[in-house]
């Protein structure tokens, strides 16, 4: 089994910052792209930052500049820091982990968080 649990969140001003975790625990071998996606109803989930096992980073257009993303290697943790948060920024942000399980398998899987809601208020 593979678990992720989220972190962080909540409600803050325009302006604000927040910094969002998510841990991955379980049956893993090996990670490969974790990152970070947004929800709002109506809407389909997109991305908004990603980081590879190099540590390259992929951002949205709409938050290049204001959030960065990071990762822990050795407690299979990413984070997103927020900062300058906008009123468009409200959504519930999901992190999503993509991993293979097994040695020698060569199989990967993403595994989604639950999922937190973040609300800037203007």
């Known amino acids: 089994q593979v678990q992720l649990v989220q972190s962080g969140g909540g409600l803050v001003q325009a302006g604000g910052s927040l910094r969002l975790s998510c841990a991955a625990s379980g049956s893993i071998f090996s990670i490969s792209t974790m990152g970070w996606y947004r929800q709002t109803p109506g809407k389909q989930r997109e991305l908004v930052a990603t980081?590879?096992?190099?540590?390259?980073?992929n951002y949205a257009d709409a938050v290049k500049g204001r959030f960065t993303i990071s990762r822990d290697y050795n407690r299979n943790t990413v984070y997103l820091q927020m900062n300058s948060l906008k009123p468009e920024d409200t959504a519930v942000y999901y992190c999503?982990?993509?991993?293979?399980?097994?040695?020698?398998?060569?199989?990967?899987?993403?595994?989604w968080g639950q999922g937190t809601q973040v609300t800037v208020s203007s």
């Open positions: 999503n982990v993509r991993l293979t399980r097994f040695y020698g398998s060569g199989l990967e899987t993403d595994y």
């Open positions: 980081i590879a096992t190099g540590g390259n980073t």
